[in-house]
């Protein structure tokens, strides 16, 4: 079973039929795989349906161009190494304009390993976007995939890692607009529900803006593992108690002066534009390092009194690297753009 993600406007569309040949198994293409590239690092092979003609072929040579950044960014994210996948772009759900969303299979890089991207003709941001989504969740380890946190982790690093090309599957407006029911507490067991998945992207924007990226996000969402809430993510990262974080969630959100219009209400993906370019070690050790120094400024210390402060948190950041991420069962994923109607 696929759980695919597309937009709100998408459509279901059904693939010719399949030639014979020793090719990736493919969620759902059924069509003639046209062999364009492999990126220069061979993590991912990519194949077009020539029959979308010279601007999906474009796609596809901008995706073996980008996918090792693309892949790199994701290791960042998720602290662990990838493993080599195969993608096609075709006409995913009909379109051309990347609105049929990605699909893939089991999530790891194993079962996992086929990708699906729709085309995006002109604009091959979509299409990495796309890819970093279906990407995202192999590295779960079968950890999140298929239930309503690791679909709102997906988005995220799709959103951060694609430069945010795909705006147009936002589902935190319409978790407001149907009553902001809590799955901060809960974790709905599907990744195909738009109200939960739009409650997982507003939390994690307000996360983020408190000063956790990404990559402190992702290994202790997987960590935490399917049957893990945002609650306890919260208590993770914050070390507060489990009870406070939906009322002081839900307090923010009520407080927003411009209300919840995308999936990142709260400007979280502002405070790190250049993650894909660092290390969460790298990450890390700035965060520290800034925060010391502020606090010595707010306490009037010297010159020589703030070296002492940032000399003890780079030794601490030393210290607190190379956390391990755990895994779990595998599962199968498809990302699209939400169909539900208000209530």
Not at 44 to 72: E, F, M, Q, S, W
Not at 100 to 108: L, M
Not at 248 to 260: N, S
Not at 335 to 343: D, I, Q, Y
């Amino acid at each position: 079973m696929n759980h695919r993600l597309v937009p709100p406007t998408a459509t279901h569309w059904k693939a010719p039929a399949q030639q014979a040949g020793n090719l990736p198994a493919w969620p759902s293409y059924k069509g003639t795989s046209q062999l364009i590239g492999v990126s220069a690092s061979g993590r991912a092979t990519v194949y077009v349906d020539p029959t979308i003609g010279a601007a999906g072929a474009d796609n596809a040579r901008d995706l073996v161009n980008d996918a090792d950044r693309v892949a790199n960014a994701n290791d960042a994210v998720f602290g662990t190494t990838g493993g080599p996948v195969s993608v096609i772009v075709f006409a995913l759900g009909g379109a051309t304009d990347g609105t049929g969303g990605a699909d893939h299979g089991g999530c790891d890089y194993v079962s996992g390993a086929a990708i699906e991207v729709c085309a995006s003709f002109g604009n091959s941001a979509r299409v990495s976007a796309l890819f970093e989504a279906e990407l995202s969740e192999c590295s779960m380890g079968s950890n999140l995939c298929g239930v309503s946190t690791g679909e709102a982790l997906s988005r995220w690093c799709a959103a951060v890692i694609g430069a945010n090309s795909l705006a147009d599957f936002a589902t935190a407006p319409q978790w407001v607009r149907n009553g902001m029911k809590n799955y901060v507490n809960q974790t709905a067991p599907t990744d195909q529900d738009p109200d939960s998945t739009g409650c997982g992207m507003a939390f994690l924007s307000w996360l983020r803006n408190q000063g956790f990226g990404l990559e402190k996000i992702a290994p202790a969402m997987v960590s935490l593992g399917d049957q893990g809430t945002l609650a306890q993510l919260y208590t993770t990262l914050t070390g507060q108690p489990v009870g406070k974080a939906w009322p002081t969630f839900l307090a923010a959100v009520k407080a927003l002066p411009a209300g919840v219009t995308n999936d990142d209400p709260f400007g979280g993906a502002t405070r790190t534009p250049h993650l894909a370019q660092f290390t969460p070690a790298t990450v890390e050790l700035v965060e520290k390092v800034f925060s010391a120094i502020v606090a010595d400024v707010v306490k009037s210390k010297y010159a020589h009194e703030r070296t002492g402060s940032v000399r003890a948190a780079l030794t601490a950041t030393r210290k607190s690297q190379s956390r391990p991420v755990t895994s779990g069962k595998a599962g199968s994923r498809r990302l699209r753009r939400s169909t539900k109607k208000r209530h």
